[in-house]
């Protein structure tokens, strides 16, 4: 039986495959256009998607970058009026800004590749573009410290009528005021660690699911949350289509190339904070079956179809290049791999549509796989399970590391998205930009090649709340830090621990001793710090003796109403 291509336009398959597409949660935008046929939607309208967006916290005295992007407007034509933003506290406004103070203002260099055009009327814009974006900034009072709900409000003018959306115009979603906590500390850190978001969606995810923001937006809000990096690492099979066709391949990779372009762009733009280039490619597991693969440090585009649709409907979906082919690129340039989602929820429809599959232990441990990204938004029983599976390598003997990461496509103050195709629409705030994140130890330089050089040696640290670190000396006085190994039989580790007010103080700390030989891992000490004078910071020494091979690595928690927040670091091998 011959396959059905897409340019067949099956619709039935459509369906098929975007029901698949949505086995695992969908983060993003959500584009409510996409129908099988007219009138078998709940949620399509006809009106351009428009959303705004805020980061999820900043720092006192500092301006609170805020978005607007407005999806195919080039299908609902709209001429915009004005943008606005109310800020309250406790039910007192703060501020009042107009947005779009005059045309020249709002032409900034927040506009890359999709400037607006002049409408006759001085204060208006036209816009008919399928993607179109602007930023701006709010200033607070410069003591304000504490959360603040953002009114974000945008009139424009669609078919001759004048309208307003706040928030958001999605059906089926409140429109809440985005939230952002205003703090007066910066992230807990330490001199040498800077946190970043290793799996971010920039908007070249753009399909009929979703859409996501670009990263010059990303770049001003990851400042603002306290970031010092992040990584770009869209889907293979959504950087290899043309700009406003899902289903075909650009032979001219001109996603890809734009967002090297606009990358290398936001690098220059600040000396203190880097973009990183990465990709999710689709590959094959030793089953054949289609997974995740988080790639950083390759310039060249890698191919990678297998579960997107595009090569169509025979049942088979085979992946273009295994996990062991990419890994050999990844070698080549020195570059950093890690297993994305490893235990994955793939629905039926994914594994019998899309050939989706989860990691296998024996593709976790294939040379040049560094580690698992299971810290993947949310703490759900994904985590658990790849949790597991961690513990489970590093007592197996096999030294793996963690890495964190939102997995958020835009999503910088909640995650939007459609949780039943055609039907509903669903948001939370479970999952952000920097939610979780990654601690990285890159000494006194922050660069690209310190950070791939950290992700590779293991020198990270996963947090969505304090920061815990640690190191080992030796009766040699040798020091190890975490992610290296020491020898010996008598040890001094030096545990340091910090929160902030806004993520609470911090509840306890737990060091854990897995034992090589027996296969087991137990708890070395647990501190109580519930009730100790400074809850903020903890810094102690504890002795411990080994004869065997072990690992030691160290977690913390805090809590804040009723919020716990939890850290996790990489460990510190030791030979007996």
Known sequence: MGSILWSEKSWFISGLILFSALSRKAFGYPEIHFVLAKGLSLISRRFPEIVFDAPWRSRKGELIPIACIINDAHKYPIELVNIKAQIFSDGLELEHSLLTRTFDEAISSAYLYHKPKKSMAPWRIQINDSYWYMMDYIQLPEDFVGPVAIHPQIEFILRGKRRMASTDNLPGLPHAPLRTY??????????????????????????????????????????????????????????????????????????????????????????????????????????????????????????????????????KFAPDLSIEEILELVRKYNGVAYAAHPNADNSFLGRLILNRGTWLDSDCLMEGCYGLQFWNGCSGQRFKDGYKRWLRLLLDGQKRYIIAGSDAHGDFNRTRKMKFPWVK????????????????????????????????????????????????????????????????????????????????????????????????????????????????????????????????????????????????????????
């Open 425 to 576: 629409l669903v948001e939370s705030m479970d999952s952000s930009f920097g939610k979780p994140r990654t601690c990285l130890y890159c000494g006194s330089t922050l660069n690209e090649r310190n950070i791939l050089e950290a992700m590779q040696c293991g020198r990270a640290v996963l947090t969505d709340g304090p920061l815990a670190i640690f190191n080992i000396k030796n009766e040699q006085g040798q020091v190890a830090n975490i992610g290296e190994t020491i020898s010996g039989k008598k040890f001094e580790l030096t545990l340091q621990i910090k929160s902030i007010e806004e993520f609470g103080r911090i509840s306890k700390a737990v060091l854990y001793r897995g034992d090589l030989s027996q296969k087991v891992e137990n708890i070395e000490l647990e501190i109580d710090l519930r009730n100790t004078e400074d809850g903020y910071a903890h810094l102690s020494k504890h002795s411990i003796k080994s004869n065997s091979d072990c690992y030691i690595r160290l977690e913390a928690k805090s809590r804040k109403d009723k919020y716990e927040y939890r850290c996790i670091t990489n460990p510190v091998w030791i030979e007996g």
């Open 182 to 315: 205003i703090s007066e500390d910066p992230l807990p850190t330490y001199d040498g660690w800077y946190y970043g978001d290793a799996h971010w969606h920039s908007d070249k995810t753009k399909d009929q699911v979703e859409f996501a923001a670009p990263v010059e937006i990303a770049a001003p809000f990851g400042k603002a949350i306290g970031l010092h990096w992040f990584a770009v690492t869209d889907h293979s099979y959504d950087l290899d289509a043309p700009v406003d066709d899902y289903f075909a391949i650009d032979p001219d990779l001109t996603k890809w190339n734009n967002l090297r372009a606009e990358i290398k762009l936001a690098n220059s733009q600040f000396d203190d904070f880097v973009v990183l280039q990465g990709e999710e490619v689709s590959c094959g597991n030793s089953k054949g079956q289609n997974v995740h693969l988080l790639v950083y440090g390759v310039p060249e585009f890698i191919p990678g179809r297998g579960d997107s649709g595009k090569t169509g409907f025979d049942f």
